[in-house]
């Protein structure tokens, strides 16, 4: 049996969240914690097959970043975060901390369930802790079959959104993808600032394993598209 945590402070979030995952998965237990402390002890004691939790809990903005540290030094459990903070701010923060996705209230309940049910089969698929590429300067991506893209033989710290944002662009390299094909594979937001602001997470990332990175090209009015040299 599937067992999932939902950290979030406010009651009816709480239970509207947990009303989706059993829509999504009936066979699955789901745990209900509402404050950092029992939070904390629940991830510590329990290594559950997803964790779906707020930043803020209570008065504590910064709780669900302990929460996700503490997960990380135990179980590694794949962690989605749902919260109201700006997702221009956190994105980076969720990013190091290695969050598997970060979804923005409010949430619409296909968004929801379409990015758990992403990050269930890619746990299943392949495990985040194993990873191998190809060589050279191939892309090596699948967000739903393999741990994290690969880059120059390096993993891509990059969330499941982003990553079908780049599978998208790798796909069609060469040819322009045009926003309104790009906000088909978006869970939310689908805007331009949103995909800029994924573009500008899938080129740190890129960059922090080769500063010279240059293959996506902004096409004015249009899109995006990737060109191989």
């Known amino acids: 049996?599937?067992?999932?945590?939902?950290?979030?402070?406010?009651?009816?979030?709480?239970?509207?969240?947990?009303?989706?995952?059993?829509?999504?998965?009936?066979?699955?237990?789901?745990?209900?914690?509402?404050?950092?402390?029992?939070?904390?002890?629940?991830?510590?004691?329990?290594?559950?097959?997803?964790?779906?939790?707020?930043?803020?809990?209570?008065?504590?903005?910064?709780?669900?970043v302990a929460i996700i540290n503490a997960i990380n030094r135990l179980h590694g459990s794949p962690v989605l975060v749902v919260s109201g903070m700006p997702a221009e701010?956190?994105?980076?923060?969720?990013?190091?901390?290695d969050a598997w996705d970060y979804l923005q209230k409010p949430v619409e309940e296909h968004d929801f369930i379409e990015t758990l049910l992403d990050i269930l089969r890619e746990v299943r698929n392949n495990p985040r802790n194993e990873a191998c590429g190809k060589t050279g300067d191939e892309l090596n991506i699948d967000p739903l079959k393999q741990a994290r893209p690969i880059w120059k033989n390096k993993p891509l710290n990059l969330p499941?959104?982003?990553?079908?944002?780049?599978?998208?662009?790798?796909?069609?390299?060469?040819?322009?993808?045009t926003y309104d094909e790009l906000f088909k594979v978006v869970k939310s937001g689908r805007n331009k600032d949103n995909i800029r602001k994924h573009l500008s997470t899938i080129r740190e990332a890129f960059r922090e394993i080769d500063?010279?990175?240059?293959?996506?090209?902004?096409?004015?009015?249009?899109?995006?598209r990737w060109v191989d040299p």
């Open 211 to 224: 500063p010279g990175f240059d293959r996506i090209e902004n096409v004015p009015m249009r899109g995006l």
């Open 89 to 97: 701010i956190y994105r980076g923060i969720m990013k190091a901390l």
């Open 160 to 177: 499941l959104t982003a990553q079908r944002i780049l599978s998208t662009l790798y796909a069609h390299r060469g040819a322009t993808v």
């Open 1 to 64: 049996m599937l067992k999932i945590a939902v950290i979030e402070d406010d009651r009816p979030t709480s239970n509207q969240l947990r009303g989706w995952i059993e829509t999504a998965k009936p066979d699955v237990r789901v745990d209900q914690w509402f404050a950092r402390d029992d939070a904390e002890q629940a991830v510590t004691r329990e290594a559950y097959d997803l964790v779906v939790l707020d930043i803020e809990l209570g008065r504590e903005r910064n709780a669900g």
